[in-house]
């Protein structure tokens, strides 16, 4: 394994159980566990739950509570590195060597088809897997050497809370973070090139989102983009319509997105193609050397920790099956981790047209959810994509998103009824203590049942009841 992210570690954990021989290479000690553990997943999360903390204890105050003072940021990174260090117990070195696995630390490269050297340690394998992850991509605008300057691999890190940051991207990891540090008490202002945040989700969800995320003071400027700095504390925005703005800054958070980093494993040397981008692989994710594979970012597929342990499984099937598994990400889910969650699963919207299958589009707003009005989160919306009904026909779940405090936990019985390809009815039926947040899920199934209640069942009933009741 040549990486200890989620990728390496779950093929090689298991590997190891399974009686194999198995080296895995880390640059380091601290990169064993990968960006999720390091500067991804586990720190942002952290910090979200104490943001999350401090912004209830502030919204305490229309209850009569008095809350005073500011956030201390010392504190906050010592609470996100110690929730870290508990981790890192059983991704360290030290304790996969406990394991009886072998560890080589250092930068690792390609020597031949089936060999690779660890600085100057020679090592060989009948399979090798790639999982180096990814990094983030580096912001390259006129006058960025004069400003302060985070992304996530520096975030967490810091030394003082900026009074004024401006973020610069959209997507999921500026979101979090910019809510955070909002929360904690920053003003902030986030720059997205596109005219939405959230790109690759539903805009009638992400809509809501940024909606929430304006209510709480978050500035946006979206549809445009960083044209330069002028100094450390002053930037020029421009629109996509072409107007331009200046804005004042303490400090620059850029999540504007991740790329590889291939130049040192020398994939050449292993007869492996590759671009600048990425390294060419099949649906079975081995690299042109046969022998070779990858798994997670560097997969060139979507980057999650959970799909890299996707990834690990389906390449683990391979290694013992004569039935083999081709990725396929039409069950895949996600969750952009802010307050409230956004949650997708399954085919988007823009896939099912592209495979040209027929489905139903339902949406469901929160509003007479008694569970979302007591809790205060009437802006809610489900939105699922169901099979088309037919004669005997079941109709599934094809995929769905959902706007909603705790959404990534509520969409769970949806992701499973999605990829086990299991009925509606199912939700329809199922029995939900009253009054749990997940009674939304069955709400809007029977909504589209009380479709087949049309005029002509309805006179089959009324004639049923006479004659049996």
């Known amino acids: 394994m040549i990486g200890a992210g989620s990728g390496g570690l779950s093929v090689g954990l298991f590997m190891n159980q399974a009686g194999f021989k198995v080296l895995m290479v880390s640059k380091s000690d601290l990169d064993i566990g990968g960006d999720c553990l390091n500067d991804g997943c586990v720190p942002s999360k952290a910090l979200i739950h104490v943001a999350k903390i401090i912004k209830q204890a502030r919204d305490a105050t229309q209850f009569g509570l008095e809350v005073n003072g500011k956030a201390d940021i010392e504190k906050v990174i010592d609470y996100i590195q110690a929730k870290q260090t508990l981790i890192r117990t059983h991704e360290s070195a030290e304790w996969l060597r406990e394991q009886g696995i072998t560890v080589a630390l250092g930068n690792a490269s390609f020597t031949g088809k089936n060999k690779i050297k660890v ?17 983030p991509r580096k912001l390259k605008v006129e006058g960025i050497e004069k400003v302060k300057y985070y992304d996530n691999e520096s975030i967490f890190h810091l030394g003082n809370l900026p009074e004024k940051i401006l973020c610069i991207g959209g997507g999921p990891i500026g979101i979090e973070i910019a809510q955070a540090l909002s929360r904690l008490g920053s003003q902030v202002t986030i720059v997205n090139h596109g005219e939405e945040i959230l790109e690759h989700d539903d805009p009638a969800v992400t809509f809501i989102l940024l909606q929430q995320l304006q209510k709480e003071g978050i500035r946006f400027s979206l549809a445009s983009k960083v044209e330069r700095f002028t100094s450390a504390t002053e930037a020029v925005i421009t629109s996509k319509s072409g107007k331009t703005k200046t804005m004042k800054f303490d400090a620059v958070f850029v999540a504007i997105g991740r790329e590889l980093s291939l130049e040192s494993l020398d994939l050449d040397k292993a007869n492996i193609d590759f671009d600048k981008k990425h390294i060419i692989k099949d649906s079975y994710l081995r690299t042109t050397n046969k022998n070779v594979l990858v798994c997670g970012d560097v997969a060139g597929d979507l980057q999650f920790s959970h799909a890299a342990e996707f990834h690990a499984r389906i390449i683990l099937n391979n290694l013992f099956s004569p039935l083999k598994k081709k990725l396929d990400n039409k069950h895949m889910s996600w969750v952009t981790f802010t307050d409230p969650e956004l949650a997708t699963f399954g085919l988007s919207e823009a896939k099912l047209e592209e495979k040209n299958i027929a489905y139903r589009r339902l949406e469901k707003d929160f509003a007479a959810d008694d569970r979302a009005v007591v809790d205060d989160y009437s802006y809610g919306k489900l939105v699922l ?32 009824a999605n990829s086990s390809n ?30 087949g209640l049309t005029p002509i069942a309805k006179a089959f009933l009324r004639k049923a009841y006479q004659f049996f009741s």
């Open 119 to 135: 600085d100057s340690q020679l090592y060989s394998a009948k399979r090798i897997v790639i999982a180096t992850g990814s990094k």
């Open 385 to 416: 994509f169901v099979s088309q009904s037919g004669f005997l026909k079941k109709q599934r779940l094809l995929g769905g998103t959902m706007v909603a405090p705790n959404a990534g936990e509520l969409i769970q019985e949806l992701v499973l």
């Open 422 to 451: 299991i009925s509606i009815k199912a939700i329809f039926n199922k029995i939900y203590p009253y009054p749990v947040a997940s009674r939304i899920n069955q709400g809007l199934i029977t909504d589209l049942m009380s479709e």
